[in-house]
């Protein structure tokens, strides 16, 4: 079936940096998304692509809608200790087909 | 109910039993997803049912695993003669309609907190 790549598979970093993950994948979606899945919680959306090239932001999160869409990032500025959890990204198809996840962690 | 709503929440047992995860989702919403994450994976879809339409059962990874939606509202996911490797976070989602291209607005996919099962 298909499948979306996603990396980093982890990152650790220091509170107030910057992070960046993305995915790719080798069939076109119309539609991409993000999720976040904190510990011991379902998945929740966090910013929904719908453009190829749209570039669109959520407070602290930026994603883009690559032009090829076959691929979007996700960049995360200053970030928190809540910012803690497992990133996924969606290609939007029925059903939805997930990334294996980014699994950040914050050192305060 | 406000949200997805998933029973139990924690589940042990012993291989070979039969299980039974219970998914109550959103009122009024007539998609019903089935995912299941193992440890340090993404989410694997299962099954959907939409609405009285026949279920995508394309996910399902062998013939013990089933699943019923009764009265288009309330689905049962039952796994016979568990496995080890079935240990896994079962992740129920429902949706206002079923997916398709365009905006979400909506029509978001929500999740439940998942139906966690260890199989000893």
């Known amino acids: 079936g298909q499948q979306l790549n996603q990396s980093p598979q982890s990152m650790f970093i220091q509170e107030g940096e910057d992070v960046s993950m993305n995915c790719t994948s080798s069939?076109?979606?119309?539609?991409w998304l993000w999720y976040k899945q904190d510990p011991g919680e379902g998945p929740v959306l966090l910013i929904a692509?719908?453009?190829?090239?749209e570039l669109t932001s959520n407070g602290r999160l930026t994603a883009q809608f690559g032009i090829t869409r076959k691929d979007s990032f996700l960049n995360i500025s200053a970030s928190i200790p809540s910012d803690v959890g497992i990133y996924f990204c969606?290609?939007?198809?029925?059903?939805?087909?997930f990334g294996k996840g980014t699994r950040l962690s914050v050192i305060a | 109910g406000a949200g997805v709503s998933q029973s139990p929440s924690n589940k042990v047992t012993e291989k070979g039993k039969d299980v039974e995860l219970r998914c109550d989702p959103i009122s009024g919403h007539t998609a019903l997803y089935w995912y299941r994450q193992s440890l340090g994976q993404g989410l694997e879809f299962l099954i959907y049912?939409?609405?009285?339409?026949?279920?995508?059962k394309s996910g399902l990874p062998s013939d013990r695993f089933s699943a019923e939606r009764t009265g288009g509202s309330v689905s049962t996911l039952t796994i016979q003669r568990t496995q080890q490797e079935d240990s896994a976070v079962y992740l129920c989602a429902s949706s206002l309609t079923p997916h398709s291209s365009g905006r979400l607005s909506g029509n978001t996919i929500y999740f439940g907190e998942g139906s966690w099962l260890t199989v000893v």
């Open positions: 969606a290609g939007l198809d029925t059903p939805l087909v």
């Open positions: 049912f939409q609405g009285n339409s026949a279920p995508d």
């Open positions: 069939s076109i979606f119309n539609t």
């Open positions: 692509l719908y453009k190829a090239g």
